[in-house]
């Protein structure tokens, strides 16, 4: 199946540019456009995705061929997801469970220092463009406007202290459930 068009409705604003290179070709297409009040957005376009303007619509078509499907669905899930989820932030916690468990992030908050029962300190780079990273006691909570990066980055940290099965001791979700195994008595 060869995807050609996507129609959208029209925002407050928006416009579609190009800047010019040698002897007047055309380098890069770019499309301008604002959400919200004072939240705009650049999306630069691939070279075989042609935009038309309606009156009431914007319409990207696929002017390559059927071995440009996949790379124009992937286009279009990123658009979509600049459109619908521009404003809302996701959010998850992470709670330490254990004695002396702790996190901090550093001062450029650019890393979390993680004091987990090993004997160093486990350090941990933050995308600080993608993401927020807060520490509360026993808490850390990250937040960010892609579900993806803020979903990896938590998986990233619980990978350096999975909860214990007898235990319970290690990075817990909020709201998860584990049973906890019974200890063998001999």
Known sequence: MLLKNFDISLFKKISVFSF?????????KYLFFELK?????????????????????????????????????DFLNLFEDAILNSSTRHKLSL?????GFTATVSACKKYLNLNIGFSNTSVVSIPTEKLDVFCDKNVITVSGRNSVFVGDFISKIRSLKIPDAYKGKGFWLRNEIRPKKEIKKS
């Open 95 to 99: 709670f330490l469970k254990g004695a």
């Open 20 to 28: 010019k290179g040698a002897a007047g070709t055309s380098l890069d």
């Open 37 to 73: 009040e004072n939240n705009y957005h650049f999306i630069k376009l691939p070279d075989f995705i042609r935009i038309e303007k309606n009156k009431d619509n914007l319409s990207l078509k696929n002017m390559g061929s059927v071995a440009f499907n996949t790379k124009f669905k």
